[in-house]
T-cell receptor, first 113, second 115 residues
Framework: DQQVKQNSPSLSVQEGRISILNCDYTNSMFDYFLWYKKYPAEGPTFLISISSIKDKNEDGRFTVFLNKSAKHLSLHIVPSQPGDSAVYFCAASSGGSNYKLTFGKGTLLTVNP | KAGVTQTPRYLIKTRGQQVTLSCSPISGHRSVSWYQQTPGQGLQFLFEYFSETQRNKGNFPGRFSGRQFSNSRSEMNVSTLELGDSALYLC??????????????FGEGSRLTVL
C-alpha cells in the first residue's frame, strides 16, 4: 500500500527551463509535506515543505504547490540548473506521536546544459 | 556544526550473518530515525528512537532492531541477513520527536551488500 506516489521515475529538462515534479498521496490524514533532494553517495537533504493549511510555498527557485482536493502536490524549479540534477523524494506526514515520514520512490531529475 | 555521521559507509556480508550499523546524530538532537532505501521501494521507515526509547516502528521483521544510548547515538542491528537486506540504510536526526520537528537531517548512509 503505497501512500505517497511519484509516478515519474525520471525527468529530463533543459537548463533554464522549468522542472515540474509531481507527487500524489492517498492518506487524507497527511497534513505536512516535504521535498528532499538526494545526490549519489549522499543522504537526502531537505529542500522545501508545505503545511496543509497552505496551497503554495516558495523559496527562491523552488515552489511547492498543494492541491488537497486532488491529493496532489508538485515541485516547480525555475529556472532549472545542471546542479539540480538529483533524485527528488516527496514525503508526507500526519504528525503527532505516531509520526513517520512516508516517502515516495523518488524521481531522478536530469538538467541538461 | 557536524552533521549526522554513519559508520561504516560500506560493508559486505554473507547470508545468515548479522550486522550492526552506527549513527551519531547532530549535537543536541535527541531523536534518531532509521530508513532503508532500495531501488524498488524508495525510502522505508524502520524505527525512531528518542531518549533511549523506541517511539515508533515500521513494518519490518523482528530481525531488524535498534537501540539508542544516553548520548543519543544509535545503532541498528540486522540478524540472519538475507539477500533482500542489501540496501542503503539511512539515519536521520532531529532535535525533538520527528513528529514535532517534521524536518529530518540525514546522514550519508551505510551501504550494505549481502552476498
Amino acid at each position: 500500500d503505497q501512500q505517497v506516489k511519484q509516478n515519474s521515475p525520471s525527468l529530463s529538462v533543459q537548463e533554464g527551463r522549468i522542472s515540474i515534479l509531481n507527487c500524489d498521496y492517498t492518506n487524507s490524514m497527511f497534513d505536512y509535506f516535504l521535498w528532499y533532494k538526494k545526490y549519489p553517495a549522499e543522504g537526502p537533504t531537505f529542500l522545501i515543505s508545505i503545511s496543509s493549511i497552505k496551497d503554495k510555498n516558495e523559496d527562491g527557485r523552488f515552489t511547492v504547490f498543494l492541491n488537497k482536493s486532488a491529493k496532489h502536490l508538485s515541485l516547480h524549479i525555475v529556472p532549472s540548473q545542471p546542479g539540480d540534477s538529483a533524485v527528488y523524494f516527496c514525503a508526507a506526514s500526519s504528525g503527532g506521536s505516531n509520526y513517520k515520514l512516508t516517502f515516495g520512490k523518488g524521481t531522478l531529475l536530469t538538467v541538461n546544459p | 556544526k557536524a552533521g549526522v555521521t554513519q559508520t561504516p559507509r560500506y560493508l559486505i556480508k554473507t547470508r545468515g550473518q548479522q550486522v550492526t550499523l552506527s549513527c551519531s546524530p547532530i549535537s543536541g538532537h535527541r531523536s534518531v530515525s532509521w530508513y532503508q532505501q532500495t531501488p524498488g521501494q524508495g525510502l522505508q521507515f524502520l524505527f525512531e528512537y528518542f531518549s533511549e526509547t523506541q517511539r515508533n516502528k515500521g513494518n519490518f521483521p523482528g530481525r531488524f532492531s535498534g537501540r539508542q544510548f544516553s548520548n543519543s547515538r544509535s545503532e541498528m542491528n540486522v540478524s540472519t541477513l538475507e539477500l533482500g537486506d542489501s540496501a542503503l540504510y539511512l539515519c536521520a536526526s532531529s532535535f525533538q520527536l520527528a513528529g514535532v520537528a517534521r524536518e529530518l537531517f540525514f546522514g550519508e548512509g551505510s551501504r550494505l551488500t549481502v552476498l
